[in-house]
């Protein structure tokens, strides 16, 4: 039989209705080695219902093809206890591509990295601890390899879908991008995917990364195909693409101490592994599995949700990040709060 696994708890705390679409947060550029990144920032708001509690720090990470604004509605949700930062990886989002046009995994970590440590050393609440780091698909693999190699810098460690090495690649990726690993296809690739217009880009991003398109509200797809517009008048936007797919790819074929499995289960900082039962681009059954070589994990499963469950499921996922904070802090858990109180 197999290590039992930890399902995640979900917060009771109040938090604020999803009665309008928030757009995104500002932000800015910050240096990091070799060049410089966007960052944006989500303030926070404090408890709606006036209670005492901790303001922390948060860092999240996008996955392969998208950006910082990915995170708006979830980082809106978890205000009530964290100052919040999203970063767009080098060469994705507003962030220009990284020195040298190296678009490595490792590169990526070192950027996320550089981040984080400028967060830790802002003044004001929560200045020199520890941030939560989130990351989905490409930002979850990322940040598994930050919270192994840094941990110091990480308070817990939130892994939405990650890129976790697979030897069967997905059905839904195009021929183009699985013969990435062969000389010269990058070149070739590029020139596909810059055909395809920023309303097939947003048709084709929906139909394969939401379990339930329809969930997807008209504001986020118009804000959606904006960016895409936006990214097609980058140069370096396909590449970007591209090359950091490779390098993906690249990564999984890595053995020993580097292969993120085993980092998996050397992983100091409390940990929650959300997966969408639909998952098309990473495959669901490694979520029991991955939740369960963490040394502390714990696992939740959406059902009807897709590739990116911060997006088409923001409260849950809020509840069970919100949820890991108190648990890593030693907090009674909301109601038990609430009662004491009464």
């Known amino acids: 039989m197999g290590t039992p696994v930890r399902q995640a708890r979900l917060s009771t705390v109040p938090l604020p209705g999803a009665d309008t679409v928030p757009p995104p947060w500002p932000g800015g550029q910050v240096p990091v080695r070799g060049g410089e990144v966007h960052v944006r920032r989500t303030p926070w708001t404090g408890p709606l219902d006036g209670a005492g509690a901790p303001r922390e ?38 962030s220009r591509p990284p020195a040298r046009s190296s678009y490595s995994v490792r590169g990526h970590v070192a950027a996320v990295v550089d981040v984080l440590e400028r967060i830790v050393a802002e003044p004001g609440d929560g200045a020199g601890r520890p941030v ?51 000389p010269g296809i990058p070149a070739l690739a590029e020139r596909r995917l810059s055909g395809a217009t920023p309303e097939q880009q947003v048709r084709g991003m929906v139909q394969v990364c939401f379990g339930d398109p329809r ?7 118009d804000q959606a195909l904006e960016e ?24 999984y074929l890595r053995v020993g101490p580097g292969n993120a499995w085993r980092l998996a289960r050397s992983l100091r900082p409390p ?57 890593a802090a030693g907090q009674p858990a909301h109601d038990e709060d609430a009662a004491r109180a009464s």
Request: aromatic share 6%.
């Open 57 to 94: 720090r948060a860092l999240y990470v996008h996955g392969l093809g998208g950006a910082s604004t990915n995170w708006t509605d979830l980082a809106a949700l978890l205000a009530v206890r964290f100052d919040g930062w999203a970063v767009d990886l080098p060469g994705f989002g507003r």
């Open 132 to 182: 939560h780091l989130l990351g989905n698909s490409l930002g979850g693999l990322v940040s598994l390899f930050v919270a192994a190699s840094r941990p110091n810098l990480v308070a817990t460690l939130t892994l939405i879908s990650p890129a976790m090495p697979v030897y069967r690649v997905p059905g839904v990726f195009s021929r183009t991008l699985l013969l990435l690993l062969l």
């Open 215 to 221: 969930r997807v509200p008209r504001a986020r797809l």
């Open 228 to 251: 895409m517009r936006e990214r097609a008048g980058q140069p370096w936007a396909t590449r970007a693409l591209t090359r950091s797919m490779r390098s993906l790819i690249t990564s």
């Open 271 to 327: 940990t929650l592994v959300v997966w969408g039962d639909r998952d098309r681009l990473v495959d669901p059954a490694l979520a029991p599995r991955l939740a369960a070589a963490v040394p502390d994990g714990r696992l939740q499963v959406l059902e009807g949700v897709g590739h990116v469950a911060m997006l088409e499921a923001a409260e849950p996922v809020a509840r069970a990040v919100l949820a890991l904070a108190e648990d």
